[in-house]
């Protein structure tokens, strides 16, 4: 029997789908062989919360400040802080305050647990939805569609502690974790030991029967596609049994998180982190942030709800973790920014440069540095602020980028999960330090 990718995805993804995970994919990127893996710094794990749709960032940190700002958004502004504060910004630093939805989020940037960064993106953004989430879970500005995600190129290029690097909470595998490493979908951590009378099919049952189909049609030639395919199916069912071991207790999170999809996902990383497995990147997804319309004033409407869920599950998972956070990143990203402007139906088009968010350990250090060195300005929002006048924004229409994303992953990668590799994990790219973690 030959078999296909094509038969391989029905194969091991029909098997998986009841087991809640996806199947592990062999990468298509070459990373080439003028490299050493780097040991990863143990016990550090990053959180990818990808804001799926293009998150309006200039409602999530507010420019209150720039004075062009409520001019360009007469229905859909949030106020600037005010003594009576219903539905006015929660003021940062003087300039930028937090979307009221968000107030959550407020002790930890206070406390300087959480942290933005403004005004991020590159020169080559297309405002296409396909494009930008490609771009910005591979790292690769321009041909991507050859490219794997860089979570996945870290995890190439690094050694972990643990058998289990990589898991991503969802119906599969986003491109931000594929390539030629293991890493796992998993709908919901509590499918994974569902009764046998909960399913329609005995896992252990089509486990065993996927090893055997595998065992009798491998070729045995190096490099033959077969055998890759049947090397990928062993890896993806022996990490099937590993995160269903992980989760055959029971477990009560040192937090009440919000009865949300997203706070449900986040509470399921929580769990894994706790079990010690070496989870070092996890990635999770919040859909819903193409505002064409009815965004919502301030932090009303569809926009407000979802700035909400944000707040209210980080605040959970950070709680949840307690001193674990220490070694726990958790990062924001979006398909791009929104128009400066309101359109004509209460809502913003795709813009380009937009707000990222930290939160935890790493961002905590860095705060702690700067205050040891003397500085004593603010750290809750980061970047070069291009203003918002009309000949201050790109193509008269967007707010400029002035710090390119992929100085922000590569100080995720460098500082946080300790992979020196960085021109491999995000190639074609000269560094700049950002000073968001340490």
């Not at 020169?123 to 879970?137: A, G």
């Not at 643990?162 to 594929?178: E, F, K, N, T």
């Amino acid at each position: 029997m030959h078999l296909t990718r094509r038969y391989f995805l029905k194969a091991t993804g029909a098997a998986c789908a009841y087991l809640g995970v996806a199947p592990l994919l062999p990468g298509s990127a070459s990373l080439g062989k003028s490299w050493t893996p780097v040991e990863a710094k143990r016990g550090r794990t990053l959180v990818a919360l990808f804001l799926r749709g293009g998150a309006d960032g200039l409602n999530l940190v507010v420019p209150y400040g720039d004075s062009a700002y409520a001019g360009l958004r007469k229905g859909i502004s949030v106020a600037a802080p005010s003594p009576g504060g219903g539905g006015a910004a929660l003021d940062l630093d003087g300039f930028f305050g937090l979307n009221p939805r968000l107030g959550a989020l407020k002790p930890l940037f206070d406390d300087g647990s959480c942290i933005a960064a403004h005004a991020v993106g590159y020169d080559r953004n297309t405002r296409s939805h396909f494009e930008e989430q490609d771009t910005w879970e591979t790292g690769v500005v321009g041909n991507t569609i050859h490219s794997d995600g860089w979570l996945n190129r870290h995890l190439a290029t690094s050694t972990g502690h643990g058998p289990i690097r990589a898991v991503s909470i969802g119906d599969a595998l986003p491109r931000i974790m594929q390539g030629k490493q293991p890493a796992y979908a998993v709908r919901g951590l509590e499918e994974l030991n569902l009764p046998k009378t909960a399913r329609s099919v005995d896992p252990e049952m089509v486990s065993a029967a996927l090893e055997h189909a595998y065992q009798h049609t491998a070729v045995k030639r190096v490099g033959d596609a077969t055998e890759l395919l049947a090397q990928s199916a062993n890896t993806t069912l022996d990490g099937v049994r590993q995160l269903r071991a992980v989760t055959s207790g029971p477990c009560t999170p040192s937090a009440e998180y919000p009865k949300t999809d997203l706070a449900r996902k986040l509470m399921q990383v929580a769990r894994l982190i706790k079990a010690d497995i070496g989870l070092e990147v996890a990635e999770v997804d919040l859909g819903g942030w193409d505002t064409h319309q009815n965004q919502g004033r301030g932090g009303e409407g569809q926009f407000g709800n979802l700035a909400q869920q944000v707040a209210d599950a980080l605040a959970a998972f950070h709680k949840d973790l307690g001193e674990r956070m220490d070694d726990v990143l958790v990062v924001t990203l979006t398909d791009f920014g929104r128009t400066a402007f309101e359109n004509g139906t209460g809502g913003t088009d795709h813009g380009w440069a937009n707000a990222m968010f930290l939160m935890g350990g790493g961002v905590h250090r860095a705060h702690a540095e700067a205050k040891a060195r003397g500085e004593t300005g603010s750290r809750k929002v980061l970047g070069q602020w291009p203003g918002l006048s009309r000949e201050q924004l790109h193509q008269g229409r967007d707010l400029k980028h002035t710090t390119d994303f992929r100085d922000v992953l590569g100080e995720l990668v460098t500082m946080h999960l300790g992979n020196s590799n960085i021109q491999k994990v995000l190639p074609g790219h000269e560094f700049r330090r950002v000073g968001l973690v340490s």
